[in-house]
């Protein structure tokens, strides 16, 4: 087995690899380098330097695995290297030690004004009483975002003997109990901290989570710290609470632009900027070259890759199902409202019949899959959804009345259920039932509205109008009522996603009792 190091990574990583296979290390390749060399390997391992872009990957015929020695994949192209069967693999744990002490470090150098004294010091200045800190003992921490990263800073926080809170709908309560972390909702989250730090992925979802509105929520003695994605935090929202003075102190190691040229955070009061330092340690990067150092001998060796980001082959009459499985997960969790206890689901019909391992595994990738950075998977959905302390419970039923299969998924949360089913037909995902109003929604589009409420005269049209006005263009709409004039359900597919200036346009149109919306990818 031969494999091609294209990136500098930690020399006990290259040592390992190097015990099952021949290696070569040539970094700093252009495009046409590499793709000259990379027929003649089985495994590429790159950081983030190197494109693994689909043109390359034409080149790499023999490539059975690509190794990303860190935790973001975004210089691979993951579905073109899984149409052509290649395991991508990385390495998401190892800088979770460095990434939550670089947060503990962030947070005591606003506790003290330690960037401040060290510059007046510099300057020849004796500060000491502009430059009063506050102790940690005492203060509540709110973690947004109780992953891998977010627990190791309650554990440490803790240390100093503060009071932890969390906001992650995704984790049971019983997984936070674990780490002494009280469960809240994010208001009461920013209305609590003393200080807040952030563990969360970048999506659609979490884009500009802490904006005007939530800063307005904070006490004006309340400190921020981002050291998980740039854009999850409005920096500019937070540049004027320290400018005006409603924001005690802000720290940033990522930033929604890098470098961040121009950024309002750079003249800032009271605020701490590192260049993405979270991972940057000798300690993480040896772990995060021998993690991916072991994957990719796994792969070579016919084994299971433990944090493998691209699903494994699966047969091609499974594969629709498979779909459908994650569709349906992603739907329930969109639609679910409050902290997430258990996952019940029900293969019917011929499914019965079928392995319901990856079907069980692909649930819970749609559930998870805007709750996590980690890409889950086929591969590694179980053990995430093990580390989270998820309950999932499974049963198969014969009975799918006129559906020849059928997936339903129920989510228990401390605020009630959701259940939402589907089914595969002409090959299509449709779903079938949403709660207790059952429909045929063809999941052909990428964007939908879901609203509960009275039924009645007038409502499509009041809607209409607001997304015309926004335009917003509706492709199809979906009508379930329990009774004329009763409880009812509606689902409008749309050609462009709805704002959150528009959902509160529409929650307040009379008889609208709740309006959510959910995205599927494309």
Known sequence: MRILIADPIAEEGIARLRQSASVDVKTALSVEELCSELPSYDALVVRSQTRVTAEILERGRNLKVIGRAGVGVDNIDVEAATRRGIVVVNAPSGNTVSAAEHTMALMLALARNVPQADAEMRKGAWSRGKLVGTELRGKTLGIVGLGNIGSQVALRAQSFEM???AYDPFVPPDYARTFKVTLVSLQELLSQADFITLHIPLSQATRNLIGPAELELMKPTARIINCARGGV???????????????????FDVFTEEPPTGSALLTAPRSVLTPHLGASTVEAQTNVSVDV????????????????????????????????????????????????????????????QASCEPLKAAV?????????????NLVNAELIARQRGLRIAEETSPECGTYGNLVTVTLETDKGSTTVSGTVRDGVTRIVRINDFFMDISLTERHFLICDHTDGPGLVGAIGTVLGQASINISSMHLSRLAPRGKALFVMALDEPLGEAQKNVILAIPNIHTVRTVDLHG
């Open 163 to 165: 009071r932890t809170v």
């Open 233 to 251: 935090v409005d920096e500019e929202a937070v540049a004027a609470a320290l400018q005006d003075g409603t924001l005690a102190g802000a720290a």
């Open 293 to 352: 150092a072991d994957q990719v001998i796994a792969v070579l060796e016919g084994r299971m890759a433990k944090y493998a980001v691209n699903a494994p082959h699966a047969s091609a009459e499974l594969l629709p199902f498979i779909q459908m499985s994650v569709t349906v997960g992603s739907f329930a969790s969109q639609l679910m409202e409050g902290q997430l206890q258990k996952v019940n689901v029900c293969y019917a019909g011929e499914l019965q």
């Open 364 to 376: 819970i990738s749609g559930i998870l899959e805007h709750a996590t950075e980690d890409r889950v």
